[in-house]
T-cell receptor, first 114, second 114 residues
Framework: QQQVKQSPQSLIVQKGGIPIINCAYE??????FPWYQQFPGKGPALLIA?????SEKKEGRFTISFNKSAKQFSLHIMDSQPGDSATYFC?????????????FGQGTILTVHP | DTGVSQDPRHKITKRGQNVTFRCDPI?????LYWYRQTLGQGPEFLTY????????KSRLLSDRFSAERPKGSFSTLEIQRTEQGDSAMYLC????????????FGPGTRLTVT
């Protein structure tokens, strides 16, 4: 059962563009939603995370928008740079009962052209 | 570098052989997770330790898989009688009890079963 669906699978933008990656979840018990960035040959690195009591969170050039009623959340990367080219994963967790087990989306391969 | 280390980084083995991977978490982190990531997919949860206790195992973790965390420090993941379907990246992550939602991943061990 795919509990977190991520789209698109791949995304190409020009430098300075604003790529947007979307995720939808099914399990209403999820209450923590992080985004991870992964470069080839490396483990995922935590970028930014949000809890469902807020609709938006911004850290540097990265912004999460959260829509609890639609069970959707998205990552926006402002002023994207070639160094942002990586695979991005959304994830979800139920803090209270799952010992912090993360359920990941399928990933989005982002390419930022100079 | 997140401070989580894994060894070896790459392992090539023949079908039927046993392999063991090691994870050293961030020193003050008492929570440790193992995930498996296949090509083009997000990581999938395998098992979770709080200190030395293994508290949750995914049904993905067949009888051929065993994990330990003696003394609540480093952890090992052993796969017995490897199969070609075991080829994947095995990721370790750790988090602290105080900030248990933020998981920090190691670089992973890439297993290839020939």
């Amino acid at each position: 059962q795919q509990q977190v669906k991520q789209s698109p699978q791949s995304l190409i933008v020009q430098k300075g563009g604003i790529p947007i990656i979307n995720c939808a979840y099914e399990n209403t018990a999820f209450d923590y939603f992080p985004w991870y960035q992964q470069f080839p040959g490396k483990g995922p690195a935590l970028l930014i995370a949000i809890r469902p009591d807020v609709s938006e969170k911004k850290e540097g050039r990265f912004t999460i928008s959260f829509n609890k009623s639609a069970k959707q959340f998205s990552l926006h990367i402002m002023d994207s740079q070639p160094g942002d080219s990586a695979t991005y994963f959304c994830a979800a967790m139920t803090r209270g009962t799952s010992y912090g087990k993360l359920t990941f989306g399928q990933g989005t391969i982002l390419t930022v052209h100079p | 570098d997140t401070g989580v280390s894994q060894d070896p980084r790459h392992k090539i083995t023949k079908r039927g052989q046993n392999v063991t991977f090691r994870c050293d978490p961030i020193s003050e982190h008492n929570r440790l997770y193992w995930y498996r990531q296949t090509l083009g997919q997000g990581p999938e949860f395998l098992t979770y330790f709080q200190n030395e206790a293994q508290l949750e195992k995914s049904r993905l973790l067949s009888d051929r898989f065993s994990a330990e965390r003696p003394k609540g420090s480093f952890s090992t993941l052993e796969i017995q009688r490897t199969e070609q379907g075991d080829s994947a990246m095995y990721l370790c992550a750790s988090s602290s009890y105080k900030d248990s939602y933020e998981q920090y991943f190691g670089p992973g061990t890439r297993l290839t079963v020939t």
